[in-house]
T-cell receptor, first 116, second 111 residues
Framework: GAGVSQSPSNKVTEKGKDVELRCDPI?????LYWYRQSLGQGLEFLIY????????KSGLPSDRFSAERTGGSVSTLTIQRTQQEDSAVYLC??????????????FGAGSRLTVL | QQQVKQSPQSLIVQKGGISIINCAYE??????FPWYQQFPGKGPALLIA?????SEKKEGRFTISFNKSAKQFSLHIMDSQPGDSATYFC??????????FGKGNQVVVIP
């Protein structure tokens, strides 16, 4: 596609439920990133994929968070047993390649998660 | 730990005025400093970026000024327009693929 596509755009869930957030990066972009944007907290790095592998997942806040990428394309971020503090906008970005080029990130519009 | 710190938190500017947003960092290994612009309901988009071997970069009405010794860089928006009203994030990286973002500055341009 022309841009990074994320779904769902909005998700309301109850505390304790699992959620899956999906990201379709720009075709041909080998690097994919997940960031979390909380009110007043800026953009918090979660995980980075190069191809299907995740060389940097140090930003995942707890073992309730996991992500995978398949076929070097689509990525899914899964949050298990959601908590209210997980409420945020989850942003996905992709870039053409790693290294310096990776710094030119193209972001999707995000998935807004609200945990009641 | 916030690796890049932005100020002021929010800014209100009259149309035609100059918006100035500052960013400070601690890690002297950072070698790439972009600014991202985010409109409500959209993801951030790269606006302009600079490397530490230059002190200034200008693209249209947007200028980055870089002060390596002070470990600061700033974004100047000349002739600010209502369409510039957005949240601006500074960021920095050290070439390891991870961008560290600031908390963002909300800029409001009053007609």
């Amino acid at each position: 596609g022309a841009g990074v596509s994320q779904s769902p755009s909005n998700k309301v869930t109850e505390k304790g439920k699992d959620v899956e957030l999906r990201c379709d990066p720009i075709s041909g972009h080998t690097a994919l990133y997940w960031y979390r944007q909380s009110l007043g907290q800026g953009l918090e790095f979660l995980i980075y994929f190069q191809g299907n592998s995740a060389p940097d997942k140090s930003g995942l806040p707890s073992d309730r968070f996991s992500a995978e990428r398949t076929g070097g394309s689509v990525s899914t971020l899964t949050i298990q047993r959601t908590q209210q503090e997980d409420s945020a906008v989850y942003l996905c970005a992709s870039s053409l390649q790693g290294g310096f080029g990776a710094n030119v990130l193209t972001f999707g519009a995000g998935s807004r998660l609200t945990v009641l | 730990q916030q690796q890049v710190k932005q100020s002021p938190q929010s800014l209100i500017v009259q149309k035609g005025g100059i918006s100035i947003i500052n960013c400070a960092y601690e890690n002297t290994a950072f070698d790439y400093f972009p600014w991202y612009q985010q409109f409500p309901g959209k993801g951030p988009a790269l606006l302009i970026a600079i490397r530490p071997d230059v002190s200034e970069k200008k693209e249209g009405r947007f200028t980055i000024s870089f002060n390596k010794s002070a470990k600061q860089f700033s974004l100047h928006i000349m002739d600010s327009q209502p369409g510039d009203s957005a949240t601006y994030f500074c960021a920095a990286s050290v070439g390891n693929n991870r961008l560290a973002f600031g908390k963002g500055n909300q800029v409001v341009v009053i007609p």
